[in-house]
Every structure is written in C-alpha cells, then in structure tokens.
C-alpha cells in the first residue's frame, strides 16, 4: 500500500521478496513498478492539479477596476479635513477636561479654605461671649455711669410703613 506525504508518493520497501510489483496511485493512473529490496522508495512527483476556470481579465477591464477602487484627490481631502476636525475637536475636549479638573481643585482649596475661617471665627466668637459678663455691664452702666431702664412715658412704638431701612429726617414726636 502507498504512503502520501506532501507531493510524493512513497512505495513500502520488502526485502525478502524480490519480485516486481506493480502499484497504480488514485493521483497518477500510470502503473509504477517497483523491486523490493532497494535501497530507498521511488520518489515520484505529482503533477499540481489544475485549476478548472482560471479566466483571465482583460486589461481595460483590469484598469478600470483599479481606477475603480482608487480614492480620488477630493476624498482623501475629505477624509483629512475630518480627521483633522476629529483632532482638533478631541484636543478641545481635553483642554476643557483640563480647565475643569483645574477649577474643582482650586474650588476645594477654597471651601477648605472657608472651613477653617468658620472655625476661627466660631472659636472668637465663643471666647468674646465668654468673656463678656453682662452682669458686670449692668453694673457699671447703672452705678458708674448713671443710666436708668426708660419709664412707660418714655417708650414710644410707631409703625414702620416700608420694609427697608428708616432714616430720620426729623425728631420722633412726644404723643
């Protein structure tokens, strides 16, 4: 029986027997004869097969299909005006990424900022309320100084018309 590899065709070598034997390949339909106990197994070469419908295209043919599937001058001018636009476009993007991270951090610095004056100014202010005795007030506004709390005659109420602020162009009346 034959062996194929590849392209060849190798015949089984059988060195006790010394007779002529005549093989016939599926590939090639001439009989080959080979003697057992040679040295090495015959190579034969198989023909390539054949393709069954190789046309060939005629040259005009075979020109206007690559004029066919060549780009013409505008639309590679196209194409480079829209990568140049998507270029430009996606630089524009990342500088206005860039601008933004750039404010939230300088916005962070500030509420931190702010945080803190909030802090020292709660701390102040405590300590001010802390250190002013409004008993100790009373007592130097009414014995050192001499002021008294307003008697009933001398409380007038009046009805403020607009709601912003009053100026005085004139005394408060006595009634």
Known sequence: MAR??????YRPVDPEEERILSFSDESNAADERYIYGAEAPE?????????ADV???PRRAAAG???????????VIL????????LLACISLLS?????TSSQRSIQKAEEQLQKLR????????????????NEVYRIATEEL????????????????DGGYVRQYEDIPNT
Request: charged fraction near 25%; avoid cysteine.
């Open 4 to 9: 194929k590899t590849g392209a060849y065709t």
């Open 65 to 75: 299909r690559i004029r066919a599937t060549a780009f013409g001058w505008g639309y």
């Open 96 to 100: 206005v990424h860039s601008d933004i």
């Open 79 to 86: 194409v480079a005006a829209a990568a140049t636009f998507l």
């Open 55 to 57: 046309r060939r295209m």
């Open 43 to 51: 190579r034969v070469e198989r023909p390539a097969p054949r393709r």
């Open 119 to 134: 802090a020292e100014n709660n701390a102040k202010e405590i300590y001010l309320n802390k250190s002013i005795d409004l």
């Open 146 to 161: 001499g002021m008294v709390y307003p008697s009933a005659d001398q409380v007038i109420y009046y009805d403020r018309s």
